[in-house]
């Protein structure tokens, strides 16, 4: 159980931080702004070929992060849990 939870906080902090940068960098206005990390899209982010795929990896990273912690914090265990009680009804049948 402990293995999951890490791979899931792995996932969760490495994937958070690359977006945090990211985002800091195109989504940022100004350092006085209420609106920072989650404003539209600066006007220079669509020139050029790696602005465009740093836009596109700001949002992989965002679901990654959100999508990987929940596969190993819930999906995984709640599955390992439906495959025991299964398991054990069979074996008690």
């Known amino acids: 159980m402990a293995d999951e939870f890490i791979k899931g906080l792995g996932i969760l902090s490495g994937s958070g931080l690359a ?3 990211l985002a800091s960098w195109y989504r940022t ?3 006085e702004s209420t ?9 220079g982010a669509s ?4 602005n465009q795929m740093a836009v596109a ?3 992989v ?4 992060a959100i999508l990987g912690a929940l596969t190993f914090w819930i999906l995984i265990p709640a599955g390992r849990q439906v495959m025991s009680a299964l398991e054990e009804r069979r074996n008690a049948q």
């Open 29 to 31: 206005g100004s350092f």
């Open 35 to 43: 609106k920072q990390l989650i404003e539209p899209l600066s006007s």
């Open 61 to 64: 990273f965002l679901w990654f």
């Open 19 to 21: 977006w945090m940068v």
């Open 57 to 59: 990896l700001m949002d």
């Open 47 to 50: 020139e050029g070929i790696f």
